[in-house]
């Protein structure tokens, strides 16, 4: 946390895990006489003790000398993929916050237990190497749209009994989110499942430290990505030229990450596709059975023709997807 000179923010849900960094980071600010931190705490409006809950952490902080900001989430909320709405949500929100104020970095409360539970959620998904390694301690804003904005996690390395000791010793409470007991929700069955997994000697930490290598190795992965992106792309106005021979001739994780990459950058989208999804499309690409063309991640591709001539003759050319149109109570669109 050296390089925060600045005025830094974090995000504060109430759980024991972002209460702990909040006095955490309060005491590392006093003790180098920088600024205190901004806390930040969304009001989702998921459950009826949202807003209460949200006015509670604003007095947890307030009464430890910090100023709070509470979000709120407003709108309908969507009855399916309420957790990826939620999340997306939560960061859209304080990252319109932070670019007003010209605050570039905030500080989160994931743990190692959250390295190992997002290994095994994304594992159960079908993830690549990608998904699979280990969250970064520092990484750019995780929803489109906040160039500049960075996500620091300094509690990788400690676990979640560890700072709830902390917090009991300063004798702070915390929140327990109804959510977290929600077996609807993915992130709950697979924290269930960690006990059974614990007892065969799965444990988070073996589990985290799994994600560890596969970090490394995904390290290795981005510089080779580069090279061959540098050699399989040219960027248009209008979409992206890509080689597919330069791309089908790279190692398959190296071609993979490079498509995901291309994808990515075409639709303007922070996540990669689903693996078993880009999988087929590789495949497609490689086994030249793409037709007239596919649609992935938001992307159309399709063969260049003339449009690559000048680049090279089997050019696919990959643009963003059109929006669908609508179709009325009529029939029609």
């Given amino acids: 946390m050296a390089d925060h000179d600045g005025p830094i923010a974090v995000a504060v849900s109430g759980g024991s895990d972002s209460l702990a960094l909040m006095h955490l980071l309060r005491g590392f600010a006093k003790a180098r006489k920088r ?5 930040l705490t969304v009001d989702h409006g998921l459950h009826k003790s949202s807003a209460a809950n949200a006015r509670k952490v604003a007095a947890w902080a307030t009464k430890a000398g910090l100023k709070t900001e509470i979000l709120t989430w407003t709108g309908s909320k969507p009855k399916s993929g309420i957790e990826a709405a939620a999340r997306e949500a939560r960061y859209r929100l304080m990252g319109e916050w932070l670019a007003k104020r010209k605050i570039a970095t905030l500080f989160v409360g994931h743990t190692g237990d959250d390295q190992a539970e997002t290994f095994l959620l994304r594992l159960a998904r079908g993830s690549g190497l990608d998904g699979l390694a280990a969250m970064r301690a520092r990484s750019p804003w995780p929803v489109p749209g ?3 904005l960075m996500v620091a996690r300094p509690l990788l390395d400690a676990s979640r009994d560890e700072l709830r000791a902390h917090l009991k010793s300063l004798k702070q409470p915390w929140l327990d989110d109804p959510m977290n007991d929600d077996p609807a929700f993915d992130r709950v069955k697979i924290r269930k499942a960690m006990a059974a997994l614990a007892e065969a000697g799965l444990t988070a930490p073996r589990i985290a430290a799994a994600a560890a290598h596969l970090a490394r190795a995904r390290e290795s992965l981005e510089i080779v990505t580069e090279a061959v992106l540098a050699r399989a792309v040219r960027t248009q106005p209008s979409g992206v030229l890509l080689d597919p021979a330069v791309l089908v001739a790279a190692p398959r994780e190296v071609g993979l990450r490079a498509l995901a990459g291309v994808l990515m950058a075409v ?3 922070a996540y990669r596709p689903r693996f078993e999804a880009l999988e087929r499309l590789f495949d497609r690409i490689g086994g030249g ?9 938001g992307c159309h591709i399709r063969p260049a023709g003339r449009a690559g001539k000048d680049f090279v003759p089997a050019a696919l ?12 109570s009529t029939g029609k669109a």
């Fill in 146 to 148: 906040f160039a500049g």
């Fill in 289 to 297: 059975t793409l037709g007239a063309g596919a649609t992935l991640h």
């Fill in 267 to 269: 639709s303007g989208q």
């Fill in 35 to 39: 600024p205190a931190p901004l806390v």
């Fill in 317 to 328: 050319w990959l643009t963003p997807e059109s929006p669908r149109k609508t179709v009325s």
